[in-house]
């Protein structure tokens, strides 16, 4: 084998070798990203069951609420708030979740969970910051896995945004700013007015997209 030879052998085996590690690399990923798709799902089912049962606790006080008043007596039933809002948040916690989230021109729905961590985030998005009582700075942090924010870049100003909580009360938003952040830049989380912030990685890992949100009626 002459020196020409030898080195077009090389080459293609470097050329081999970069395309075995970008399938695995691809491969890796891929089983990541079902295995993050199949848990929110899971944990969706969850969250909609809780949801659904406060939401039945809460009518059925209302009508206890509403027969006392009608035969004079005064009741203390206290019923959960439901239907849209536009006050200050509600954000009760059972086991580690607050809500659910949906992005109707992406087709996403997904549970929010209470505490940001690295663990957490490969299941379902979780708050990264917004306290009960507050208005606005409520921020939703999650991976670009398809089946989570994934697609987060490809929102619209003036698309619409959700988020209910596991009383059944539900916030209406609208998108107000699509943008990049660099990844390190977390004074930019703060600043601005808006009252919802979405944020994920982009594909290279050098920025975050940035959704922020306003509420509506």
């Keep these: 084998m002459n020196k020409k030879q030898k080195h077009g052998l090389v080459v293609l085996l470097i050329g081999i070798a970069v395309v075995l590690v970008g399938a695995a690399f691809w491969a890796v990923n891929n089983h990541a990203d079902e295995e993050a798709g199949t848990s929110a799902a899971k944990l969706l089912a969850q969250v909609e069951t809780k949801i659904s049962s406060a939401s039945q606790t809460a009518s059925a006080g209302s009508a206890v609420s509403s027969d006392s008043a009608a035969s004079g007596r005064q009741s203390n039933a206290k019923p959960t708030a439901s239907g849209s809002s536009t006050s200050t948040l509600s ?74 909580n596991l009383n059944g009360t539900v916030y209406q938003y609208t998108v107000s700013e699509v943008t990049e952040i660099a990844s390190n830049d977390f004074e930019a989380l703060k600043t601005g007015d808006w009252d919802l912030s979405l944020f994920t990685c982009n594909f290279t890992g050098q920025k975050r997209v940035l959704v922020r949100c306003r509420q509506t009626a």
């Excluded at 299941?123 to 994934?150: D, Q």
């Design 91 to 164: 954000l009760p916690e059972k086991d580690g979740c607050i809500g659910i989230l949906e992005l109707p021109s992406l087709g996403i729905k997904l549970p929010i969970q209470a505490a940001y961590t690295q663990d957490a985030l490969k299941t379902a998005p979780c708050r990264y910051t917004g306290e009960n009582g507050e208005i606005s700075r409520f921020v939703i942090c999650g991976h670009n896995y398809r089946r989570h924010f994934g697609s987060l870049q490809s929102m619209q100003v003036g698309s619409r945004v959700t988020f209910t």
